[in-house]
Each structure stands twice: as C-alpha cells, then as structure tokens.
C-alpha cells in the first residue's frame, strides 16, 4: 500500500524567505507526482506534475523535484509571500485509473 | 474556459438521508474522478468513470455510487448518510488517451454537513 508522508505538518515564515515542503513515499513505481494548493475551504489547484521519467519541473517561484529512488519529491518556493499562505499537498499517480494517493499537506503561513 | 464545476457548493442534512452531488467536467474531459477530503486530511479517493463506466473504486462502502452520463458530466451519490460521511466532496477531470498526461484538475468542491 502506497504511503505518502508530508513534513513537516505546518510552517510558518516571513515574508521573502525561501522555503522547502517535503514529500516522502513508500513505493517508487509511480506514473507521475502532482503538487496541489488548497485555500482554507476550497478545492485544489494543480501548481505541478512531475512525470516519472523527470527529476524537476518548474513554474515561476516554484520549483518541484522528484527523486523515486529515494521516494522523495521537494516543492521548492522562492521569495515567498503572504498569498502563498495556503495548504499545501502532494499526491502520487501509480497506474491508468487515475487514482490519486495524497498526503495530509502542509499548512504555509508567510507572514508580512 | 470553464474549469471544473460542481453543485451544490454547501447542503446540510441529517442522519439517514441521501444526497446526490453534481459535477461538470472541463470541456473535453471525459474522465471524471469522486475524492472525499474529511478535515485535516489529505483527500481519498472513492471513484473514476469514463465512457460512462465505472474504472476504479476506493474502500467506501456501497453506501456510496456514482454515475456518468453521456455528456461526460457525473453525480456521486451517498445513501443512509451517518455522521462521519461530513466532508469536501471533490470532483477531478481529466482528458483521456493521447491527451492524457495523468494530470487531474479539481472543482471547489460540495461541503457535505451531516447532523
């Protein structure tokens, strides 16, 4: 049974600093691995999609990379601000029915 | 382009009742995934369809059935509702075959209150 573990839990920072969220997983034969932002309420919004034969992807501050072999994957933000603040989740794509396995996020605060 | 919609946005019911959630995939999307995100945790999956089939089912009970009709569009349904059945009903599409990358794209989901 796939295991996908978010440290840390809850992170709060000031406004501007660089940060790194974490993800860990027990079975490294994924298809791919999504990042998620959840606003308090609200659905989930796709930030990005690591396929599983790429290390990294990229999009503005954020950068995600993928590590199967150690089953790991980094969301790297830069510069971050106070609109970062949100929830943050990973989730694993093992085969072709489109299930998602997530793990329980991290809570981001940047504070102004 | 419209994203992913679903309705009702909020309901409230009691214990014993049924509810029937709805949800309009992207344009295009024939692919329609049910995740139910209780608070604090991460969501879980409880259905996929496309081609109005049924293609993978999480561990819910059978309390719970979902459909697709032949414009893609989907409803989930939960009978004899119970207290722990509280929770962000979240409905995913995504395009199938060659267009398919496994990326999923979420509505703002139902929030389901059970008293």
């Known amino acids: 049974k796939q295991e996908v573990t978010q440290i840390p839990a809850a992170l709060s920072v000031p406004e501007g600093e660089n940060l790194v969220l974490n993800c860990s997983f027990t079975?490294?034969?994924?298809?791919?691995l999504q990042w998620f932002r959840q606003d308090p309420g609200k659905g989930l919004t796709s930030l990005l999609l690591?396929?599983?034969?790429?290390r990294e992807q990229t999009s503005g501050r954020l950068n995600a990379s993928l590590d199967k072999s150690s089953g790991r994957s980094t969301l790297y933000i830069a510069a971050s601000q106070p609109g970062d603040s949100a929830t943050y989740l990973c989730?694993?794509?093992?085969?072709?029915?489109?299930?998602?396995?997530f793990g329980k996020g991290t809570l981001l605060t940047v504070n102004p | 382009d419209a994203g992913v919609t679903q309705s009702p946005t909020h309901l409230i019911k009691t214990r014993g009742q049924h509810v029937t959630l709805r949800c309009s995939p992207i344009?295009?999307?024939?692919?329609v995934s049910w995740y139910q995100q209780v608070l604090g945790q991460g969501p879980q999956f409880i259905f996929q369809?496309?081609?109005?089939?049924?293609?993978g089912r999480g561990n819910f009970p059978d309390r719970f059935s979902a459909r697709q009709f032949p414009n893609y569009s989907s409803e989930l349904n939960v009978n004899a509702l119970l207290l722990g059945d509280s929770a962000l009903y979240l409905c995913?599409?995504?395009?199938?075959?060659?267009?398919?990358?496994?990326?999923?794209?979420f509505g703002e989901g139902s929030r389901l209150t059970v008293l």
């Open positions: 690591i396929q599983s034969s790429q």
């Open positions: 344009s295009g999307h024939k692919s």
């Open positions: 369809y496309y081609e109005k089939e049924e293609r």
């Open positions: 995913a599409s995504s395009p199938v075959g060659l267009l398919n990358t496994g990326e999923l794209f």
């Open positions: 989730a694993l794509h093992r085969g072709s029915n489109y299930k998602l396995t």
């Open positions: 079975d490294s034969a994924i298809y791919n």
